[in-house]
């Protein structure tokens, strides 16, 4: 079985940073795609990031300049470095493997295992 567990949200002032760690367990880790979406209350789970086996990742416009995704292999972890937050940046994060080993996807269709989640929130 496979288990998603997302940790390091938190309360920060806007231009504050946050790293997010995703740990999984169960099946390949290194042969899937992995991706970070976030939702805001009352809006719909949207992309955020998402890093290949080969370590390419892929932002969202919005976040381009001042997110990080990356993994360790070794530790079947994924992280995201989030710089210079905004605001609009406060949702609760999930993190997510992709269905298909390789298979690169920005919908929430494109991913089958998730995180429960881990909130953060931006103060102007």
């Known amino acids: 079985q496979v288990q998603l567990v997302e940790s390091g949200g938190g309360l920060v002032q806007a231009g504050d940073s946050l790293r997010l760690s995703c740990a999984t367990s169960?099946?390949?880790?290194?042969?899937?795609?992995m991706a970070w979406f976030r939702q805001a209350p009352g809006k719909e789970r949207e992309f955020v990031a998402s890093?290949?086996?080969?370590?390419?990742?892929t932002y969202t416009d919005s976040v381009k300049g001042r997110f990080t995704i990356s993994r360790d292999n070794a530790k079947n972890t994924v992280y995201m470095q989030m710089n210079s937050l905004k605001p609009e940046d406060t949702a609760v994060y999930y993190c997510?493997?992709?269905?298909?080993?390789?298979?690169?996807?920005?919908?929430?269709?494109?991913?089958?295992?998730w995180g429960q989640g881990t909130q953060v929130t931006v103060s102007s």
């Open positions: 997510a493997r992709s269905r298909y080993a390789y298979r690169y996807g920005t919908g929430t269709n494109d991913y089958n295992y």
């Open positions: 169960g099946g390949t880790f290194s042969s899937y795609v």
């Open positions: 890093i290949g086996s080969d370590h390419t990742p």
